[in-house]
């Protein structure tokens, strides 16, 4: 089953204090907003050796913000099976994240998350280039 376009998408951002999650959340959100979407994040902090890293989410709406429309009402936490992308920034972060956000393995709509490691997220893209 194809994914709902009405629907916001939604992206979860797994990282240990320091690593630039919250970095790149703000980055995420900036680029929405200047694209003129309706954007929204919240972040929930994790205890490394308990809980796991901080999570970050974020839900960005399909279609920019139309003139005198309502304000589109998102999520202020991930649900499992309902998200769109995953970035980690540790492999056992990206493991519990996905563990804990895909009950099934699969989205509601039958379809697998696209997961995306993130390594060295503050560092300059050249030298992060120099790793791949």
Request: with cysteine; proline share 8%; hydrophobic share 40%.
């Amino acid at each position: 089953m194809p994914r709902d376009p009405r629907r916001p998408l939604s992206i979860l951002i797994a990282a240990l204090g320091g690593q630039g999650g919250g970095v790149l959340t703000e980055w995420i959100v900036g680029a929405a907003d200047h694209a003129g979407h309706a954007v929204q994040s919240t972040s929930i902090p994790g205890v490394a050796q308990r809980t796991g890293a901080t999570t970050y989410y974020i839900e960005i709406a399909p279609e920019p913000r139309m003139a005198g429309a309502p304000d589109p009402v998102f999520s202020l936490y991930a649900t499992p099976g309902d998200v769109d992308v995953i970035i980690a920034s540790e492999w056992l972060e990206a493991g519990r994240t996905l563990e804990m956000m895909c009950e099934t393995d699969l989205r509601q709509d039958g379809s697998y998350p696209l997961v995306h490691f993130v390594q060295d997220i503050g560092r300059a893209p050249e030298k992060v280039a120099e790793n791949y």
